[in-house]
């Protein structure tokens, strides 16, 4: 895209298309200003204004993101995905003109692409949500994950094998062989569980505190992971490579992963990840930085399900569009997290209950930091 830029400099599509790869790169000052000169060149190109109003929603600027979603939804009212996005900044009202476009829209859905279609639908669940009819909601999240579902492609077996996988390798013998060969370091606090479970929470009470920082939900994990798997002989994704995995690996694994955080805070005591799949890769967590702190995050179980089934995600959490798919993998998550709880040494796994945080947020709260190692500070 910059290559392009060089070429055309004023290209909107190219301007909004990089954009929305700087934000994926998480450049979020350059990802802003893009779609701004996008919008500069060509005030009425409805995409530049949505994707703004997207990356000023992350950016918590939410006012100045509901106007330019509401800019993109006048530029081009037959895109409900705008509707879809308007919904998850502000509530619907009766009588409000965004409902009826809404509805009106709704009318004509035979000529709306199945895209279009699932974007209506839960654009509509969420109206009706703020409008306390939760049948009407149900029936349409329904739909729209009954939409999203076709064009998912998520392979159920494989994934759930995975997962029964990774019990089957970490047995007690084989985690105690393997204890303290990771790289020593008490920086990274990941926040593990599914998600909707209250991971958000618990990282903003973390992040209150002046020694730490929060790096959001990171893939570096993962990344650093497979990147050690394929450096192995006989290359394997994970949790294959498991047997194979030396000490000085295992110390790779954490390096690496060390080398990826710490330039997200220099300077930071602590540095949270809180990327909820990371429960898979609980285990080899602790194999790999012993010192780490693991938060699992809790909540009821259909709670957490129901809440899963009413988001949209941008990506990932393909298992979620299929209440019976859901459940099935929810099952799955709750027999690996008491896998570790039974190989792990106790303790290393801090549960937090999210109704109990909820409930007592500063005995809670207070936990949770000296989990961390850290003394109180209020405002946690």
């Not at 047997?243 to 300077?267: E, H, I, N």
């Amino acid at each position: 895209y910059a290559r392009a830029l060089a070429i055309k400099p004023d290209n909107p599509e190219t301007l909004c298309n990089w954009g929305v790869a700087l934000a994926q790169l998480e450049r979020w000052d350059e990802a802003e200003a893009a779609f701004r000169r996008a919008i500069a060149t060509h005030p009425g190109f409805a995409a530049a204004h949505n994707n703004l109003g997207l990356i000023l929603k992350d950016r918590g600027r939410m006012a100045q993101a509901t106007r330019a979603v509401e800019e993109a939804i006048r530029l081009s009212p037959q895109d409900a995905s705008y509707y879809d996005n308007l919904a998850a900044l502000r509530p619907f009202i009766a009588g409000d003109r965004y409902l009826t476009a809404l509805e009106g829209l709704a009318a004509e859905s035979a000529s709306l692409s199945a895209v279009n279609r699932m974007h209506l639908h839960f654009a509509l669940a969420k109206a009706n949500e703020h409008l306390g009819k939760p049948d009407n909601a149900f029936r349409h999240l329904l739909a729209a994950n009954a939409l999203k579902r076709q064009q998912t492609s998520y392979d159920e077996a494989a994934t759930l094998a995975q997962i029964s996988r990774t019990r089957e390798l970490f047995t007690p013998e084989f985690v105690r062989a393997r204890g303290g060969a990771g790289v020593r370091s008490a920086v990274p606090i990941f926040i593990i569980g599914m998600p909707r479970s209250g991971t958000t929470l618990i990282e903003q009470i973390l992040a209150s505190h002046p020694q730490i920082s929060a790096a959001g939900e990171l893939t570096l994990f993962e990344q650093s992971a497979a990147a050690v798997g394929r450096a192995m002989p006989h290359s394997r994704s994970f949790p294959d490579f498991m047997p194979g995995m030396s000490a000085s690996q295992l110390r790779d694994l954490g390096a690496l992963y060390l080398k990826k955080l710490l330039p997200r805070a220099p300077g930071a005591a602590r540095i949270v990840d809180k990327m909820p799949a990371n429960f898979r890769y609980a285990g080899l967590i602790h194999l790999a930085l012993p010192d780490a702190v693991i938060i699992h995050a809790i909540r009821d179980p259909v709670d957490t399900c129901v809440s899963c089934f009413c988001v949209h995600f941008t990506k990932g959490q393909l298992h979620t569009y299929d209440l019976a798919e859901l459940g099935r993998y929810y099952r799955h998550y709750q027999e690996l997290m008491a896998h570790w709880h039974r190989v792990l040494p106790p303790g290393r796994v801090i549960d937090v209950r999210y109704e109990d945080l909820v409930d007592d947020l500063e005995g809670v709260a207070r936990r949770i930091i000296a989990g961390c190692g850290l003394p109180w500070d209020p405002r946690c």
